[in-house]
């Protein structure tokens, strides 16, 4: 059954900790992304990775930080530098990065800060 | 820069109604379009995928046209149902390979 798994689902953040966020794919896809949404906002792009071992920021990268040691996996750290971390966060796949493709999204982190 | 815009940011309409979501594009030079479905608290499903070349594209009940001259595509839902209510992201794709997206427009169908 494949897909795009993404843990945890609920995840809380003191003030001045990092988090990391896992994205899991076994599409077999080479390119994975990181989305940030917040009410009322259409998605943004935190960053991206169009192959193993290679990644580029997008919009709104500060604070973020990733990897890409493997093709199924993306994990995404919020570091204590984000100052406003409030959000839920999506992480999506395509068979590769030409922007003709379909992306296919997981179900989501969403992050609250205490 | 490209900008994508949906209005409005919500619609209630009675089961049965046709109804169309619209949204709008400033840039026409996009690779596709795509509408993706949102529940509340959940990930995305992507509905339908329009590629620059083509005008419409069709999935059941749902039809998505393309008119990149006029820098619009519209979803097109026939027969509403109280399942369709969700929020209906649209998102251009550019030529950095990247996705730009609406806010949303919340549908939610009256039984």
């Known amino acids: 059954d494949g897909g795009i798994t993404q843990s945890p689902k609920y995840l809380f953040r003191k003030e001045g900790q990092n988090v990391t966020l896992s994205c899991e794919q076994n599409l077999n896809h080479d390119a994975m992304y990181w989305y940030r949404q917040d009410p009322g906002q259409g998605l943004r792009l935190i960053y991206y990775?169009?192959?193993?071992?290679?990644?580029q920021k997008g919009d709104i990268a500060e604070g973020y930080s990733v990897s890409r040691e493997k093709k199924e996996s993306f994990p995404l750290t919020v570091t204590s530098a984000q100052k406003n971390p409030t959000a839920f966060y999506l992480c999506a796949s395509s068979i590769d990065p030409a922007p003709y493709n379909e992306q296919f999204f997981g179900p989501g982190t969403r992050l609250t800060v205490l | 820069k490209q900008e994508v815009t949906q209005i409005p940011a919500a619609l209630s309409v009675p089961e049965g109604e046709n109804l169309v979501l619209n949204c709008s594009f400033t840039?026409?030079?996009?690779?596709?379009l795509q509408w993706f479905r949102q529940d509340p608290g959940k990930g995305l499903t992507s509905l339908l995928l329009?590629?620059?070349s083509q005008r419409e594209q069709t999935s059941g009940r749902l039809n998505a046209s393309l008119d990149k001259s006029s820098g619009r595509s519209t979803l097109y839902i026939a027969a509403s149902q109280p399942g369709d209510s969700a929020t209906y992201l649209c998102a251009a794709s550019d030529s950095n390979y990247q996705l730009i997206w609406g806010a949303g427009t919340k549908l939610i169908i009256k039984p």
């Open positions: 840039d026409s030079a996009i690779y596709n």
């Open positions: 990775s169009q192959i193993v071992n290679d990644f």
């Open positions: 329009i590629q620059s």
